[in-house]
């Protein structure tokens, strides 16, 4: 189970925060469900409502509210599908208030540090393993490196005001890179690569979903087989040299990616 499944409040229908209800007699140009969406997630906003808190029985609210249930659940599945709620199923199911996803901008390339700061957050970083050895053919490939070239293997689990967000496994040149090892790995790579004159400037990335092994849902404090967005990237300096082959496990339920797109012609 991971932080995120915390229950703060079993709410009931007819006292606050969930009371009063939403107006929907009358005539409105909105059909009922978008207006009972926008009167949760005004509560959501507005922090009457946080996350952990699990809502009432679907048939409750639908009765005190006066809609079918059908229409309660339009609302409920627009609210999911803005990340705001949790619908789970079983026997400790139901409706639930989403903890807020992180969303990382990729139209750019700050690192994890500099979208934390963004967030006004502090970022974290435990370093789980570095060694420098001999890459394999993916990361060989991608770096235009030859398989008896040496690249610097670094793990580490990066946090947000302590909570794990991210698991990062980066490979950087050794020769571009002398002696990288002995450095702090415990803040900013992006700004280590820049103290060398070799900054990442562009990068070419794939997202995938892809399951959590038993060790990678250790470190992210998530259940094996939990999903997780994959970013496969590699990353380019000025003069169009690769200096970095990351891969970057994180939490679904708690990141959402950014991406800007151009239409052609």
């Not at 970095?244 to 939490?251: K, T």
């Amino acid at each position: 189970m991971s932080s995120g499944d915390e229950v703060t409040r079993v709410l009931s229908i007819g006292e606050p925060p969930l009371a009063p209800g939403p107006r929907l007699d009358g005539r409105s140009d909105r059909p009922v469900h978008a207006r009972i969406a926008a009167w949760l997630q005004g509560l959501i906003d507005s922090g009457g409502l946080v996350p952990g808190d699990k809502l009432p029985p679907e048939v409750e609210i639908a009765t005190a509210l006066g809609c079918s249930r059908m229409t309660l659940r339009q609302a409920l599945g627009a609210l999911e599908h803005k990340g705001l709620i949790d619908r789970r199923r079983g026997r400790f199911g139901g409706n639930f208030v989403s903890t807020p996803r992180f969303e990382f901008d990729h139209a750019s390339l700050p690192g994890f540090t500099e979208q934390m700061r963004r967030f006004e957050v502090e970022p974290g970083a435990q370093v789980l393993g570095a060694h420098t050895g001999r890459p394999d053919a993916e990361v060989s490939g991608a770096l235009g490196l030859r398989r008896t070239d040496e690249v610097h293997q670094i793990m580490r689990g990066r946090t947000a005001n302590g909570e794990p967000i991210v698991l990062e496994e980066a490979y950087l040149p050794a020769a571009v890179f002398p002696d990288l090892l002995t450095r702090d790995l415990g803040g900013s790579l992006y700004a280590l690569m820049r103290e060398y004159g070799h900054g990442p400037s562009s990068a070419d990335e794939r997202i995938e979903a892809t399951p959590a092994t038993v060790e990678q849902a250790r470190v992210l404090g998530v259940e094996p087989g939990s999903p997780l967005l994959l970013i496969v990237r590699t990353s380019f300096a000025d003069n169009g040299v690769a200096v970095e082959f990351s891969r970057d496990y994180h939490r679904s339920d708690r990141t959402a990616i950014r991406v800007r797109s151009r239409a052609d012609g």
